[in-house]
């Protein structure tokens, strides 16, 4: 099944480079430089530093006057990082002024034209924070007080966690060197491949310790096990082998044998984000004092849904960190804040957040207060989530025609999928999900479909599901509204239809009640052909669909939401059946 979609961007590195180093000149001038700024210019710096490194090492990794200056520079903001987060302002200025200077060297050299950025999936999706791994760095040199260490970060997101880490040691005395690594291969068995070059550097340095980094691991555990026996067949010993994943696990359950064995054999370093954010009180420091508590992982269920036979299917693994956050005003009331993650990176950040207050002001969602530490805050508004099997009155109906129209004429922007990925998902995902002899009816309908596959593209809401709206005493309000077009999943920014397809199919709308919403939709969007780019989207959506909640199947274990996902896979393969079955007009004349 596919339901990940590739985010690459092609960008000039000069410019970027440049962009850098004005950002860390501005900090340098600062008194005292902001913290999460300069965690922000560490995350972009890395986010080029891999695509510069990749580039120029396609197909074996080794070592050049530029890589080791691309190092310096981030190497220096993990040292400003470590500063700015001890509130040591004069060394962070100095830091940072060191790494402008790197940067402005690296803008003079030849470097190629374009590179490919990758999305730091750690940093966007999964809070993880480069803090993390600093307190994991003092917590490994607190036991084991190194006097040499080599960092070698796993590209992308180890890129910067190694710089950070890197920073960290050389202030608590360690001498360091740090080069970053691309393992290759299929995502379940992926691989590093070295120069014979940097393979003897790293064999000079058999007597320091080596700290392998990277967020993980992920299904298999293959990046982080495939470095450490790269390491052993370069003659370092197992104890001097030291893992740096972002969360702790013996290694029983990752899929590789490789992993399995080698997480037994290594020792490895994880500080986690409650003992950093929420043990700590850093993250609560930022709010007036109160009372915290966690909905991640679909624990808000427990609170929103008045019967456990109303939760939604939940992939705990996918689902962003949320929390609720509760403090008595100098009124005496009581406030409750929304806390849900929205990722680290500044530009993503701050574009999501003029989303956020762009559908508040629309009337269709609360209005957010401010970002902190990568959490959108937003007032908590009572009510209950739909389910789905509500009646759809006209009430419903107006406010998600409203909606779909807004988010139609506010979001327009260029497609973030070709309609090749889409088409190879939606071919893949139907084969797999119902079989080949279904996937063979997908291509006269894509015929019959024409070329409608991107007419009107925005930023997508992406998740028209029920229990995404809750009802309120003022209305209908929608929730995760502002980030769906920019994770990592299917169909990213895509034509509206795709939305409107989905709002009628998760919302079961029969024929008058689709009629309804469409000619309302229609009116004020200005929309005239989205009838006849529905019957290509409901198949793009429900293949998508599909694929998700069978993937979901397969890694929910034997519990309540296993179950929720096979039923919701069922449903999705009948209703992708269905559509194959019919005609364009049977299904969507309106």
């Given at each position: 099944m596919i339901v990940f979609r590739d985010q690459r961007a092609a960008v000039d590195p000069v410019q970027l480079l440049s962009t850098l180093r004005i950002d860390a000149c501005r900090l340098a001038s600062h008194a005292c430089p902001d913290h999460e700024e300069t965690v922000q210019l560490l995350i972009s710096a890395g986010t080029l530093e891999a695509a510069l490194v990749d580039t120029l090492f396609p197909s074996a990794d080794g070592t050049t006057p530029i890589t080791?200056?691309?190092?310096?520079?981030?190497?220096?903001l993990g040292h400003a990082v470590w500063h700015t987060w001890e509130n040591r302002t004069t060394d962070a200025r100095r830091w940072l002024g060191q790494s402008a200077a790197t940067l402005a060297y690296l803008e003079l050299q030849q470097l190629p034209p374009t590179v490919e950025v990758r999305v730091p999936e750690g940093y966007a999706y999964y809070a993880v924070y480069p803090e993390m791994y600093l307190e994991a760095a003092r917590r490994f040199h607190h036991a084991h007080a190194p006097r040499n260490a080599v960092c070698l970060g796993l590209r992308s997101i180890g890129t910067s966690l190694s710089a950070v880490i890197a920073g960290t040691l050389e202030e608590l005395g360690c001498t360091v060197v740090s080069f970053t690594l691309r393992p290759r291969g299929h995502p379940f068995d992926r691989h590093p491949v070295v120069t014979p070059e940097l393979a003897e550097i790293l064999q000079r340095e058999r007597d320091a310790t080596f700290l392998l980094i990277d967020e993980g691991p992920g299904i298999s555990g293959s990046s982080l096990a495939s470095t450490a026996e790269l390491l052993s067949r370069l003659g370092i010993a197992d104890d001097r082998?030291?893992?740096?994943?972002?969360?702790?696990?013996?290694?029983?359950?990752?899929?590789?044998?490789q992993a399995r064995d080698r997480w037994s054999r290594h020792k490895q370093f994880v500080v986690d984000f409650d003992e950093v954010w929420l043990a700590s009180g850093r993250l609560a420091r930022t709010l007036p004092p109160g009372k915290m508590r966690e909905f991640s992982a679909g624990a808000w269920r427990r609170e929103l849904c008045a019967d456990p036979a109303d939760f939604p299917a939940v992939q705990p693994q996918h689902e962003r960190r949320k929390y609720l956050y509760q403090w008595d005003t100098a009124e005496g009331t009581d406030e409750v804040s929304w806390l849900s993650f929205l990722g680290l990176a500044r530009d993503s950040t701050a574009s999501k957040l003029r989303r956020a207050q762009q559908l508040a002001a629309a009337g269709f969602t609360t209005a957010p207060t401010s970002i902190r530490h990568g959490f959108l805050i937003t007032p908590f508004i009572a009510g209950s989530p739909l389910t789905g099997r509500e009646e759809v009155d006209g009430t419903l109906l107006e406010t998600l025609a409203s909606y779909l129209a807004h988010v139609s004429c506010t979001q327009a922007t260029q497609p973030s999928v070709t309609q090749r990925a889409l088409l190879d998902m939606v071919v893949t995902n139907t084969a797999e999900g119902l079989g080949d002899e279904w996937a063979s009816r997908l291509h006269p309908r894509l015929r019959e479909c024409g070329d409608s596959w991107c007419e009107r593209s925005v930023a997508l809401d992406g998740?028209?599901?029920?229990?995404?709206?809750?009802?309120?005493?003022?209305?209908?309000?929608?929730?995760?509204?502002?980030?769906?077009h920019d994770d990592h999943f299917f169909p990213g920014c895509q034509d509206i239809a795709w939305d409107v397809a989905g709002t009628c199919l998760e919302f079961n709308l029969g024929p008058a009640a689709r009629q309804q919403l469409l000619e309302r939709y229609r009116s004020l969007s200005g929309d005239a052909t989205i009838a006849a780019r529905l019957p290509?989207?409901?198949i793009t959506y429900l293949a998508f669909r599909l694929g998700y909640t069978t993937l979901a199947v397969s890694t929910a274990g034997e519990d309540s939401d296993s179950k929720r996902f096979s039923e919701a896979a069922r449903r999705y393969g009948e209703l992708l059946r269905s559509e194959l079955s019919h005609t364009t007009s049977e299904m969507w004349n309106a």
């Open positions: 080791r200056r691309l190092r310096e520079a981030g190497c220096a082998i030291v893992l740096f994943p972002s969360w702790a696990t013996d290694g029983s359950g990752l899929k590789s044998q998740r028209m599901l029920p229990h995404e709206w809750i009802r309120t005493s003022g209305g209908y309000l929608k929730t995760d509204a502002v980030h769906h290509l989207h409901a």
